[in-house]
């Protein structure tokens, strides 16, 4: 079976002995077994902490949320995955939907980056989705499609099983709007469609597919019943310890 991770997005929350105190929590309970992860995506200042208090527990890991695509040099605020690897960080989030609206990251930015993480031994949380106005026109298969094809497929096989994928249905977020499981497997399914077309069948069915769009302890089980969801990348949520728990033990 294709691993099934539990993605924790801390986002731009949580003071040092917040974030201390969480972990200590969610970490006081048994460690995930067999195909099973749980990957805390924390920010910059506590991965050294995080890092140091996952390092002896078996399938659990850190992930930045972001990363540059140049490899060193005169980029002020800027973390390289060449830092990440030092502190042995073993993912990162790349194209949050945050990331892309407010930062304008473009499709090949994170081809870029998704070439310097793989370089540098760091798994890609890869983040692809439409936002309202693409759903609304019915086209949100062509818009994930073209973010696929120009930030992924330059890829080789071997590289991409290296990468999981998060589908976030940016339309769903924030909005009053609800995506179905039913719709996410339905988005999920065409993603893992097309890496098939591109890459084989035994490659597609190696990848993980996240779901992105508010999981919650009350729709985890729903979800990731669905047969092409492995799993989520989780934010609000998250920042909750029953929660997230919750979510971990919602995985298949």
């Given at each position: 079976?294709?691993?099934?991770?539990?993605?924790?997005?801390?986002?731009?929350?949580?003071?040092?002995?917040?974030?201390?105190?969480?972990?200590?929590?969610?970490?006081?309970?048994?460690?995930?077994?067999?195909?099973?992860?749980?990957?805390?995506?924390?920010?910059?200042?506590?991965?050294?902490?995080?890092?140091?208090?996952?390092?002896?527990?078996?399938?659990?890991?850190?992930?930045?949320?972001?990363?540059?695509?140049?490899?060193?040099?005169a980029y002020t605020g800027e973390v390289s995955a060449e830092m990440l690897q030092s502190l042995d960080i073993q993912y990162a989030v790349l194209g949050h939907s945050e990331r892309r609206e407010y930062f304008q990251e473009s499709n090949q930015l994170l081809a870029e980056k998704l070439n310097i993480s793989l370089e540098y031994g760091i798994h890609p949380i890869f983040c692809c989705g439409e936002p309202l106005q693409v759903r609304e026109q019915g086209?949100?298969?062509?818009?994930?499609?073209?973010?696929?094809?120009?930030?992924?497929?330059?890829?080789?096989?071997?590289?991409?099983?290296?990468?999981?994928?998060?589908?976030?249905?940016?339309?769903?977020?924030?909005?009053?709007?609800?995506?179905?499981?039913?719709?996410?497997?339905?988005?999920?399914?065409?993603?893992?469609?097309?890496?098939?077309?591109?890459?084989?069948?035994?490659?597609?069915?190696?990848?993980?597919?996240?779901?992105?769009?508010?999981?919650?302890?009350?729709?985890?089980?729903?979800?990731?019943?669905?047969?092409?969801?492995?799993?989520?990348?989780?934010?609000?949520?998250?920042?909750?310890?029953?929660?997230?728990?919750?979510?971990?033990?919602?995985?298949?």
């Amino acid at each position: 079976m294709r691993k099934q991770i539990a993605a924790a997005n801390w986002k731009m929350n949580l003071t040092l002995p917040q974030a201390e105190q969480l972990l200590d929590t969610l970490l006081a309970e048994a460690a995930p077994s067999g195909n099973r992860q749980v990957v805390f995506a924390v920010p910059f200042p506590y991965l050294s902490m995080a890092q140091q208090k996952v390092q002896n527990r078996s399938n659990t890991f850190i992930a930045a949320q972001n990363c540059s695509n140049r490899k060193n040099g005169a980029y002020t605020g800027e973390v390289s995955a060449e830092m990440l690897q030092s502190l042995d960080i073993q993912y990162a989030v790349l194209g949050h939907s945050e990331r892309r609206e407010y930062f304008q990251e473009s499709n090949q930015l994170l081809a870029e980056k998704l070439n310097i993480s793989l370089e540098y031994g760091i798994h890609p949380i890869f983040c692809c989705g439409e936002p309202l106005q693409v759903r609304e026109q019915g086209t949100q298969n062509e818009y994930v499609a073209t973010q696929l094809r120009e930030s992924l497929f330059h890829l080789s096989s071997l590289q991409l099983l290296q990468v999981v994928i998060a589908y976030e249905p940016i339309w769903a977020i924030g909005t009053g709007k609800t995506a179905s499981s039913a719709q996410a497997q339905e988005m999920h399914a065409f993603i893992r469609q097309q890496l098939t077309e591109k890459y084989g069948e035994q490659v597609s069915s190696a990848v993980p597919i996240l779901y992105g769009g508010s999981v919650k302890a009350s729709n985890a089980a729903e979800l990731f019943n669905q047969p092409d969801v492995d799993g989520g990348l989780v934010g609000g949520a998250s920042l909750i310890a029953d929660e997230f728990k919750a979510i971990i033990a919602a995985l298949k």
